[in-house]
């Protein structure tokens, strides 16, 4: 028998030496794959996960300062109405002077105001953070101008007014009450109030705003509005309660101790 060549016994012949090394590389790549896959699966989700609380807290601040502008429209509006129900209260003491001594506080009882917090304001100008979560500058710069507006009518409207029915001294007398001024002040009131419009208006369609979403919005604000007050009333009732029971018990201590 011919001699056993021991190089065959002790070495894996080369193909198979070849299926070896590519069966690694191919674990080995399939495993590198898995691992970039679940990595940029688990970042990917947290992205959207992240990209959509923007959105969604990008949303909320957008009805929440809409909401607030509506607001103060419709108080701006009541505001202006008095002015001319006050107009109106002139010609009717000119049309009849004989009604002026029962009615002569009627024109400070119409006398506009305009009361607002400034809570969603000071939210939304807090930082710079919030302006850019919006990723809309138009929108801010509206915003921050109809803002200064509302205080803007404040001041020179409804307070300028109540000043200058007040030095005027308006009530004191039918001819003070028939010569009082009011025209500067309508002229004002509508235009501060058209401008205020015209920049809401702006806002709703810049951020894609509806007539149907912001009175969803404004009925579910309202409806929170009305069970704080509700919770509020109640913790007074019962604050009420127990501060009277506890006068109670010092009283029946009282009786007692004589």
């Known amino acids: 028998m011919g001699a056993i060549n021991r190089n065959e016994e002790s070495h894996t012949p080369k193909g198979q030496k070849g299926g070896s090394k590519k069966s690694f590389f191919k674990d080995f790549l399939l495993t590198l794959l898995a691992t970039t896959i679940s990595i940029a699966l688990t970042f990917g989700v ?48 000119a049309e009849d002077t004989t009604t002026f001594q029962q009615n002569r506080f009627a024109l400070a009882l119409l006398a506009p105001r305009l009361n607002y917090t400034e ?11 919030t302006i850019d979560t919006l990723g809309n500058v138009l929108f801010a710069e509206n915003v921050s101008q109809f803002y200064q507006t509302r205080k803007q009518y404040r001041s020179m409207v ?91 018990i010092e009283a029946v201590k009282k009786l007692n101790l004589d």
């Open 46 to 93: 947290a992205a959207i996960i992240d990209y959509n609380k923007k959105q969604a807290d990008k949303r909320e601040i957008v009805m929440m300062v809409m909401y607030d502008m509506y607001n103060t429209l419709q108080d701006v509006a009541e505001a202006d109405s008095m002015i001319h129900q006050a107009i109106d209260a002139q010609l009717k003491f």
């Open 119 to 129: 809570t969603v304001e000071q939210i939304f100008s807090s930082s710079i953070e």
């Open 158 to 248: 409804c307070d300028s007014l109540v000043a200058e029915l007040t030095d005027y001294g308006a009530t004191n007398s039918l001819k003070n009450t028939l010569t009082f001024y009011y025209v500067p002040y309508v002229v004002m009131s509508g235009g501060f109030q058209l401008n205020m419009q015209r920049l809401f208006e702006q806002c709703k369609r810049m951020m894609e705003v509806t007539d149907e979403q912001l009175d969803a919005y404004r009925k579910k604000r309202e409806s929170l509005e009305e069970d704080k007050s509700q919770r509020e009333a109640e913790d007074a009732l019962f604050h009420e309660a127990t501060e009277t029971n506890r006068k109670l």
